[in-house]
């Protein structure tokens, strides 16, 4: 069985550049969803996406984007890069099965902007 | 507004004793709460979870206990273990909330050998 998986690792850009992050769900599982993690800090929900509709989405402006393909896979896009996204983005999969939920999260992204 | 609060930013335990880590949160509607563990460079592994309706979920040397008259959680390990060291987070979500999860800050636990 695959985990979830990430890339990039590492990623620097530059205020008011795009980037696109991506994100393999672990196999069998349908929804994805994305956090930012800022340092010092627990993890924000941005939004998620299940059956590749986006399923709920958190305080983040529409710069923040996202897409899921029909394999589960998903795509976190933001534009316009500001210096406060600096973070560590984190992807999760999951299995919406009854009330339980557990997420499974992948290494991270982590997005360094100057 | 931390709607899951983990107050205690650091905890440093003897190798062999018990590790007690605490949550606390204020939405009611929250109805089921995971612990994940997280080491650097790395994203946060699924510990152990309990359902509102339960007040106690063991896992090995992992045991939650609920407290929904009190609001609060706390984490269990028992007997600590240097490989444990890492920061601990709690997490809670609610089915009419698209089961999004609210994490807290997170407690940094060191087990010494």
């Known amino acids: 069985e695959t985990g979830v998986t990430q890339s990039p690792t590492h990623l620097i850009k530059t205020r008011g550049q795009q980037v696109t992050l991506r994100c393999s769900s672990q196999?069998?599982?349908?929804?994805v969803s994305w956090y930012q993690q800022a340092l010092g800090q627990g993890p924000q929900f941005i939004f998620q996406?299940?059956?590749?509709?986006?399923?709920g989405r958190g305080n983040f402006p529409p710069r923040f984007s996202g897409l899921q393909f029909p394999n589960y896979s998903s795509e976190l896009n933001v534009n316009a890069l500001e210096l406060d996204d600096s973070a560590l983005y984190l992807c999760?999969?999951?299995?919406?099965?009854?009330?339980?939920?557990?997420?499974?999260f992948g290494p991270g992204t982590r997005l360094t902007v100057l | 507004d931390q709607q899951v609060k983990q107050n205690s930013p650091s905890l440093s335990v003897q190798e062999g004793r018990i590790s007690i880590l605490n949550c606390d949160y204020t939405?009611?509607?929250?109805?089921?709460f995971l612990w994940y563990k997280k080491y650097p460079a790395e994203g946060p592994t699924f510990l152990i979870s309990?359902?509102?309706i339960k007040d106690k979920n063991e896992d090995g040397r992992f045991t939650v206990f609920l407290n929904k008259s009190a609001k609060h959680l706390s984490l269990h390990i028992v007997p600590s273990q240097p490989g444990d060291s890492a920061v601990y987070f709690c997490?809670?979500?609610?089915?009419?909330?698209?089961?999004?999860?609210?994490w807290g800050l997170g407690t940094s636990l060191a087990v010494n050998p």
């Open positions: 996406y299940y059956r590749e509709e986006e399923n």
């Open positions: 939405n009611s509607m929250f109805d089921y």
């Open positions: 997490a809670a979500s609610n089915a009419g909330n698209n089961r999004k999860l609210i």
């Open positions: 309990i359902s509102s």
């Open positions: 196999s069998g599982h349908n929804t």
């Open positions: 999760a999969s999951s299995y919406p099965s009854g009330t339980y939920n557990e997420q499974f």
